[in-house]
């Protein structure tokens, strides 16, 4: 399918499910940035999506840096033709210690887990509007977490920064899309990719496992990016200010 045929897409974040992000609009037939702040993590997804016959570039970006955002979105322009959607994907994960509520949690974890999970979504939202809104429109997609939803005993920070970007989200949604500019968030839940399986303890994965109510496997980055693709290409085209949990079933609202 090339659902994205002739869109340029900033995906912003590589990693386990920014990887996947960028593999599928460009397998879509979109030209694809892929940002990150470990450059050669975002270097190595593009050389196997450009070896693949696709088309993407990577560029080094502090998602939580005003200039190092800008920076990006005028590659995109300048480079690349314009900018059809952003999917604002990276994330500080620095508050991930299962031990700490907000009497442990120290000051800076909270404080640079919202300069970039907060700030970072609302300066790439900042860059990419004018563009869009130049060119008549555009999509934006921001990746939360079912964190934002469920409440938990740990990651206070994380999911706070998470709940926040449902906010920007629906901003977005409201205030843009009589310009044609459209603003979604997915929300997963467990997704396993190499660098996450490393870091899950066998007790947290049992936990998240019987929690959802698909039980024959996990979540993969590329039912992230299944979703992530309608939400960009002009088939998703009604589909605005919405949170989609990709949870397995994990947590259901009304
Ligand atoms: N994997 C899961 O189970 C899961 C569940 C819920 C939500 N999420 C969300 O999915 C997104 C991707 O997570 P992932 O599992 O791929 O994690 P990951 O650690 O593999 O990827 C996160 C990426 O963000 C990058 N990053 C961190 N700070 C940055 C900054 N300031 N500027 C630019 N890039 C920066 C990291 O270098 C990394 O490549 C995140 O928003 C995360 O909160 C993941």
Redo the contacts with the bound molecule.
């Keep these: 399918m090339r659902r994205l045929e002739n869109k340029v897409i900033f995906v912003?974040?590589?990693?386990?499910?920014?990887?996947g992000l960028a593999r599928r609009y460009a397998e879509e037939g979109a030209r694809v940035l892929l940002?990150?702040?470990?450059l050669a993590?975002?270097e190595e997804v593009v050389q196997a999506i450009n070896d693949a016959g696709h088309s993407a570039a990577s560029i080094r970006?502090?998602?939580?840096?005003e200039d190092?955002v800008n920076a990006a979105v005028s590659f995109c322009v300048e480079k690349l033709g314009g900018l059809d959607g952003l999917h604002a994907?990276?994330?500080?994960?620095a508050d991930s210690n299962r031990e700490q509520g907000i009497l442990e949690l120290p000051l800076e974890t909270f404080d640079l887990t919202q300069r970039?999970?907060v700030r970072?979504y609302y300066l790439c939202t900042r860059a990419a509007l004018p563009v869009m809104l130049a060119a008549g429109g555009g999509s934006i997609v921001y990746?939360?977490?079912?964190?934002a939803y469920t409440g938990g005993a740990a990651q206070v920070a994380?999911s706070m920064s998470?709940a926040a970007g449902h906010a920007l989200m629906r901003h977005v949604a409201t205030r843009y899309g009589p310009q044609g500019v459209r603003a979604n968030t997915i929300?997963?839940?467990?997704?396993?990719?190499p660098?996450?399986e490393a870091e899950i303890s066998e007790e947290l994965l049992a936990m998240c496992c019987a929690r959802a109510s698909i039980k024959s496997r996990t979540?993969r980055?590329t039912d992230?990016a299944a979703l992530g693709a309608l939400l960009l290409s002009d088939e998703g085209g009604y589909i605005t200010g919405q949170v989609i949990c990709v949870d397995g079933g994990t947590t259901m609202r009304a």
């Design positions: 912003a974040g590589a990693g386990g499910i920014g990887g940002g990150d702040i470990d993590a975002a970006l502090d998602g939580s840096d190092s994907n990276f994330a500080s994960l970039v999970n970072g990746t939360s977490s079912i964190g994380y998470k929300a997963p839940g467990l997704i396993l990719h660098a996450a979540g980055p992230i």
